[in-house]
Nanobody
Framework: QLQASGGGLVQAGGSLRLSCAAS????????MGWFRQAPGKEREFVAA????????RYADSVKGRFTVSRDNAKNTVTLQMNSLKHEDTGVYYC??????????????????WGQGTLVTVSS
């Protein structure tokens, strides 16, 4: 029901745009989150946006570099990543949570998960 795409290999300082396509149900009332998992590390919160209104949250490590947005007409959520750093490398997942966006960092509260897309930033 959630399909992440757009990952790839990019040099440090470059940009990538990830997309998360939702299908099979409506996510109205949910917020959509992006998480990432680097090799050997735990999955961590990156950004989130309410499905129905432009309320966003970001991890401190990506503020000012990443932008999360949603396109309700296309049923997609996008993560625009600029000024990428080597430490942004990891598998990026999109997920959906029915809980308030103030809990966006809580990966245990997300009910639906996409399969992940790999982002590799070369230094």
């Amino acid at each position: 029901q959630l399909q992440a795409s757009g990952g790839g290999l990019v040099q440090a300082g470059g940009s990538l745009r990830l997309s998360c396509a939702a299908s099979g149900r409506t996510f109205s009332g949910y917020h959509m989150g992006w998480f990432r998992q680097a090799p050997g590390k735990e999955r961590e919160f990156v950004a989130a946006v309410r499905w129905s209104i432009d309320i966003t949250r970001y991890a401190d490590s990506v503020k000012g570099r990443f932008t999360v947005s949603r396109d309700n007409a296309k049923n997609t959520v996008t993560l625009q990543m600029n000024s990428l750093k080597h430490e942004d490398t990891g598998v990026y997942y999109c997920a959906a949570s029915v809980f308030g966006i103030n809990t966006a960092h809580r990966l245990d509260l997300y009910e639906y998960w996409g399969q992940g897309t790999l982002v590799t930033v070369s230094s």
